[in-house]
């Protein structure tokens, strides 16, 4: 069973950069292919990036050029680069091994003036 926790959220003005972390254990973090989700409020959970086993990387069209998500299967750590935040990407992110069920408790980011 995995144990993921997510950590690096806060509150940022537009235009920000926040990263975001997720630490993994419980399994062997450099088999899996890894994403990243966020749930904003009164909609469902999507997904934002994911990252294979050989570093290959897929964005959701949202995102794309301004995240960047990476790992660092030395310390089982998942990242999300995040730049040119803007009050749409407000939400609750999320890691998880796409192969795997379960969630952790995600990582609230507020973009706001």
């Known amino acids: 069973q995995a144990l993921l926790v997510e950590s690096g959220g806060g509150l940022v003005q537009p235009g920000g950069s926040l990263r975001l972390s997720c630490a993994a254990s419980?399994?062997?973090?450099?088999?899996?292919?890894m994403g990243w989700y966020r749930q904003a409020p009164g909609k469902q959970r999507e997904l934002v990036a994911t990252i294979t086993v050989g570093g290959f990387t897929n964005y959701a069209d949202s995102v794309k050029g301004r995240f960047t998500i990476s790992r660092d299967n030395a310390k089982n750590t998942l990242y999300l680069q995040m730049n040119s935040l803007t009050p749409e990407d407000t939400a609750i992110y999320y890691c998880?091994?796409?192969?795997?069920?379960?969630w952790g408790q995600g990582t609230q980011v507020t973009v706001s003036s």
């Open positions: 419980g399994i062997i973090f450099r088999n899996y292919v």
């Open positions: 998880k091994v796409q192969v795997l069920s379960g």
